[in-house]
C-alpha cells in the first residue's frame, strides 16, 4: 500500500525557513512527478511547486518564485521542500502528492496525497 508521510512542518517567526519531507516508500518513485500544496482554512487548496519525474524540471506558483525550493531523491524515495523567507500568507497545511508522469498545478488526477503537515508562520 502506497503511503506519501510528509514531516517538517512546525513554528517559525516571519523570515525563517522550514524544510518539508516526504518520503514515498512503496511507490514507484521514478514513474510519479511529485508535488506539494497548500490548504488554508476557509480556502481552496492551492498549488505550491512539483517536480519532474528525474527532478530535473521543477515548477512553482509565482507567489513562492525565489522563496521556495522543491527537490526530490530518488534513492531515498522522497521529495523535499525547502522554504525560505516565509511570511504569514505561508502558513497553511501542506500536502505532498504525486502523479503519474506530470503533476497538474489544477490537482487533476492526483493519485496519492498525503495526510499534510502544518505550517504556522508568526508575524
Known amino acids: 500500500q502506497v503511503q506519501l508521510v510528509e514531516s517538517g512542518g512546525g513554528m517559525v517567526q516571519a523570515g525563517g525557513s522550514l524544510r518539508l519531507s516526504c518520503a514515498a516508500p512503496?511507490?514507484?518513485?521514478?514513474?510519479?512527478?511529485m508535488g506539494w500544496f497548500r490548504h488554508a482554512p476557509g480556502k481552496d487548496r492551492k498549488f505550491v511547486a512539483a517536480?519532474?519525474?528525474?527532478?530535473?524540471?521543477?515548477y512553482y506558483t509565482d507567489s513562492v518564485k525565489g522563496r521556495i525550493t522543491i527537490s526530490r531523491d530518488i534513492a531515498k524515495n522522497t521529495v523535499y521542500l525547502h522554504m525560505n523567507m516565509l511570511n504569514p500568507e505561508d502558513t497553511p497545511v501542506y500536502y505532498c502528492?504525486?502523479?503519474?508522469?506530470?503533476?497538474?498545478?489544477?490537482?487533476?488526477?492526483?493519485?496519492?496525497w498525503g495526510t499534510g503537515t502544518l505550517v504556522t508562520v508568526s508575524a
Open positions: 502528492s504525486a502523479r503519474k508522469d506530470y503533476m497538474e498545478p489544477n490537482g487533476y488526477g492526483i493519485d496519492y
Open positions: 512503496g511507490l514507484a518513485f521514478a514513474t510519479y512527478a
Open positions: 517536480i519532474s519525474l528525474t527532478g530535473s524540471i521543477p
